[in-house]
């Protein structure tokens, strides 16, 4: 990670009247020079919005992005071609980027090429920041995704607040590609980092996932599915096999997630399900979680704390395991558990190794 310092100067702020969000022209080239500059770029709303199909990226340090007209957001939408992210930041000497009040539109529906739809889903994804490092991503819409991830970031100091995430990813039942699933947030590397009020509907992976963490607040958000199914509302986890997730002073509390039926875990404490990898420290507290297979399932946790978290009414059809598999609030497979770990008392000790319902 890029070490933190004090902000350089900012650029004067700017419009960027090359590119036009009211015609159906590509506009890649003249905003990328207009964020080329740095400073303040100020977007004027317009539909169907500015069309990419190359994709932005962030190259300046102290660059903010945000409407010219408060009150209604601009808007950055898709090309029916467009096979990279909308927005990304790549370089480790970039800090200090501000971006508010911006619609991303993913555009799934016209997505043309979804065929590499699985692994590393990041050419999909609508948001991708490798070095969100001094990131303040607030009051911003990011829709129809068409997989991998909303929002994907990696950083140090990351601010993300009061978002509205909606719609991302086709869900399990989709045919049109192998992994065609969207998180909300994926965190894969978190410090400092402050992620509340945020609003994620209708994920179709997972609502906030974090891979790796240090003293990184997941808090205050809601997570809930309406109209397709999810795999998970919340989840420390680890980002692939055999590499362990390290979440120490990092927490997820007072977040409320509503499943509704269509939820496979609520909130997930480990990896176990998807694949075998152990999640180290980290608190789940304070949550409000309903209408989940498993409200709140602890599996694969070698050292953490499970504090008072309010569970009710599960719901929904599992599909494994094949015996004793009704919904229940609180799962534990103490077979994965190491017994440093302070829990709650399960409602049921299950294994879901390899088997998510």
Not at 75 to 86: D, H, I, K, W
Not at 312 to 335: E, K
Request: a negative charge; aromatic letters at 4%.
């Amino acid at each position: 990670m890029a070490t933190m310092g004090t902000a350089p100067a900012a650029f004067a702020a700017t419009s960027c009247p090359a590119a036009n969000p009211a015609d159906t022209l590509p506009d890649d080239a003249a905003l990328q020079a207009c964020l080329n500059q740095g400073g303040t770029l100020t977007l004027d709303p317009g539909s169907p919005g500015y069309i990419l199909s190359q994709g932005l990226a962030v190259t300046v340090s102290t660059t903010s992005i945000t409407t010219s007209t408060p009150g209604t957001n601009a808007t950055l939408v898709a090309a029916s071609t467009l096979n990279a992210p909308l927005l990304s930041i790549t370089s480790s000497t970039v800090s200090h980027t501000t971006i508010n009040h911006v619609t991303f539109d993913g555009n799934r529906p016209s997505r043309t090429d979804i065929s590499s739809c699985t692994g590393n889903r990041n050419a999909e994804s609508t948001i991708v920041m490798t070095t969100a490092n001094a990131l303040d991503f607030e009051y911003n819409n990011i829709m129809r995704t068409v997989c991998g991830s909303a929002l994907n970031l990696a950083g140090t100091t990351m601010t993300v607040a009061h978002n509205t995430i909606t719609d991302n990813g086709h869900g399990r039942e989709a045919v049109d590609a192998p992994e065609p699933w969207s998180d909300g947030i994926t965190l894969s590397y978190c410090a400092q980092g402050d992620i509340h009020d945020n609003l994620i509907s209708d994920a179709s992976d997972v609502g906030v996932v974090a891979f790796e963490s240090t003293n990184c607040s997941i808090h205050n958000n809601t997570i809930q599915q309406a109209n397709r199914h999810a795999f998970a509302g919340l989840q420390f986890g680890a980002s692939q096999p055999g590499t362990d997730g390290s979440h120490s002073g990092s927490v997820i509390q007072n977040n409320t997630v509503t499943g509704a039926g269509k939820l496979s875990f609520g909130i997930a404490y480990g990896v176990l399900p998807w694949f075998s990898s152990t999640v180290h420290n980290g608190q789940v507290a304070g949550n409000a979680v309903s209408g989940a297979i498993i409200n709140l399932l602890v599996d694969g946790v070698q050292s953490g704390n499970v504090g008072m978290n309010t569970l009710s009414s599960p719901a929904g059809t599992p599909q494994c395991p094949a015996s004793d598999n009704a919904p229940v609030n609180y799962d534990l497979d103490l077979t994965h558990v190491s017994q440093t770990v302070t829990l709650m008392a399960p409602d049921a000790v299950r294994s879901y190794s390899g088997c998510i319902p």
